[in-house]
């Protein structure tokens, strides 16, 4: 996403001018203007016909809270090891922090085995490193680039695009946890754009894992810290890794411009432990549903796909098979970007998982990557630019790493 021009600093985050990813369409390298606050995570951009859009994304992080015991899993260069491999383990060490604050200890004693190596768990009811609780049924958050805590996963109200265009107070979003623990966000963004330059979504979005900036990156705008004790870790390492999804479904009142997506990043080394600049490498996404006329399938702005490396068809990723739609080798501030969408063509619900395995190998087969590449984080979000209203519910969201598995977890 595009994130606001100037430094903004509050509780912990800053945001700074630049280009960062998470993206469908067009790049573009301008920063928008916009007040202070908070930093958020994620986001891209959406085009209508007739008009390319830009893309940009976001994050913020700094260390992963716990760390597990060492051991590698086999894997040849240029592949992922298959689950299920057996890994040989070093030394055991104990996880630290825990998702806590900077008083708490945390995580158990790390061990390794078949499938990977075993990350010393955080404690999910303990405060993050911002002082979040976890939130409860019940709980919801408008305030701009707040989020609220469900054990390893952040649910972000990611208004970023209306802030930065100054048009918060006309475009009301939240994101909430309903009494039956289903969760997700409403958005009514009204014609913040008007210059109509398709340049500043909003992102509203769950985040697993880190940004792939490195810390201190002006490029970062989500927290400071991984969300969880599974993420990064290096392609090598990674034995299985997926997100399966209950119940998610997109209602919409006006549909000018969205989409709903799921995403990751790779990062050239640890965006947990690098100061300023840890080698962002890619941005993949995939798109269960979208706009009609989005671009470049159909509209003005051309037909057909637009792809740097040659556009491959037939991609399957767990419950559902992609076409590659838009490839660029330079995207936001120089990383390559990879744009996916469903072959079922566009949807407004998606039930299943997503076998991230398969596309990180797509990676490393055709975009380039290295099994020392590291895996950030994952979202699943919904670009909202102008004149869109709606939300977004879903009832579960599991996210799994080497077999190790984490689930909303709520206070009481």
């Known amino acids: 996403m595009r994130f606001l021009p100037t430094s903004l600093t509050l509780v912990g985050f800053t945001v700074a ?7 469908s369409d067009a790049p573009s390298n301008t920063a928008g203007g916009g007040s202070s606050s908070t930093p958020t995570a994620g986001s891209g951009t959406v085009a209508t016909a007739g008009k390319p859009a830009v893309s940009t994304a976001g994050s913020g992080g700094s260390a992963v809270v716990g760390t597990g015991g060492s051991g590698t899993p086999s894997g040849g260069a240029g592949s992922i090891p298959t689950a299920g491999s057996s890994s040989t383990a070093g030394s055991n060490s104990t996880g630290s922090g825990g998702s806590g604050n900077n008083t708490s200890t945390g995580g158990t004693t790390g061990t390794a085995g078949s499938g990977g190596p075993s990350g010393g768990s955080a404690n999910p009811n303990a405060p993050d490193m911002m002082g979040k609780t976890n939130a409860k049924p019940g709980d919801m958050t408008s305030t701009k680039f707040d989020y609220l805590k469900m054990g390893e996963i952040r649910l972000i109200n990611n208004n970023w695009g209306a802030a930065a265009w100054g048009c918060t107070d006309k475009a009301p979003m939240s994101v909430f946890i309903n009494q039956d623990k289903s969760f997700g966000w409403k958005f009514d963004r ?10 500043k979504p909003d992102f509203p979005q769950l985040e697993f894992g880190i940004h792939p900036f490195g810390l201190g990156s002006s490029e970062a705008t989500s927290p400071n810290f991984s969300s969880t004790t599974l993420l990064p870790k290096q392609i090598k390492d990674i034995t299985s890794i997926s997100v399966t999804l209950d119940g998610l479904s997109i209602t919409l009142e006006k549909a000018a411009s969205w989409d709903l997506t799921f995403e990751f990043w790779l990062s050239k080394q640890n965006p947990a432990t690098t100061q300023n600049n840890a080698g962002v490498y890619a941005e993949l996404m995939t798109f269960w549903g979208w706009q009609d006329k989005r671009w470049p399938l159909t509209g003005d702005s051309g037909s057909g796909v637009t792809c740097d490396i040659g556009c491959t068809n037939g991609v399957s990723a767990g419950s559902k098979s992609y076409d ?9 501030s120089g990383w ?8 079922d063509g566009s949807q ?41 209203k709606g939300s977004v519910t879903m009832k579960n969201v599991i996210f799994e790493v080497n077999n190790e598995t984490r689930s909303p977890v709520f206070g009481q």
Not at 17 to 23: K, R, S, T
Not at 352 to 367: A, M
């Open 17 to 23: 001018a630049g280009l960062a990813g998470c993206g």
């Open 190 to 199: 009204p014609d913040c754009d008007t210059g109509n330059t398709n340049s």
């Open 324 to 332: 590659l739609i838009v490839q660029r080798n330079s995207w936001g």
């Open 336 to 343: 390559k970007y990879f744009q996916f969408r469903g072959t």
């Open 348 to 388: 407004k619900s998606f039930n299943g998982k997503v076998d991230v395995k398969p596309l990180i190998q797509y990676l490393l087969d055709k975009g380039g990557a290295t099994p020392d590449m590291y895996v950030t984080r994952l979202e699943i979000g919904s670009e909202i630019d102008d004149m869109t």
